[in-house]
């Protein structure tokens, strides 16, 4: 499975960005998730979702703000994410595993190369 990931840019606090993950294989067979990474930081979760779209988890500093969603259709995932602060600023990655609901980065097998989020204040 190859994952991209696209939708970054530049955006004012309390604005919104909407980001998107492709898949070139079958994303159906994966709980999918959302990490992030800033500058002089370790890579953190961020949100992750069943394989069927059931089911979905949230970091505690996103819950609320961001809406995780997938489309096995079209073998893609989303990140929706509202009321951005500047400390969400960090390029994002989206991961695909066999574990269920996953929050931690070793848990995932394939990612895509990330998306810069720059949030400004």
């Known amino acids: 499975v190859q994952l991209q990931a696209s939708g970054g840019g530049l955006v004012q606090a309390g604005g919104s960005l909407r980001l998107s993950c492709a898949a070139s294989?079958?994303?159906?067979?994966?709980?999918m998730g959302w990490f992030r990474q800033a500058p002089g930081k370790e890579r953190e979760f961020v949100a992750a979702i069943s394989w069927s779209g059931s089911r979905t988890a949230y970091a505690d500093s996103v819950k609320g703000r961001f809406i995780i969603s997938r489309d096995n259709a079209k073998n893609t995932v989303a990140l929706q994410m509202n009321s951005l602060k500047p400390e969400d600023t960090a390029v994002y990655y989206c991961a695909a595993s066999n574990y269920v609901l996953a929050r931690i980065s070793e848990s995932y097998e394939y990612w895509g190369q990330g998306t810069l989020v720059t949030v400004s204040s």
């Open positions: 294989g079958r994303l159906s067979s994966y709980d």
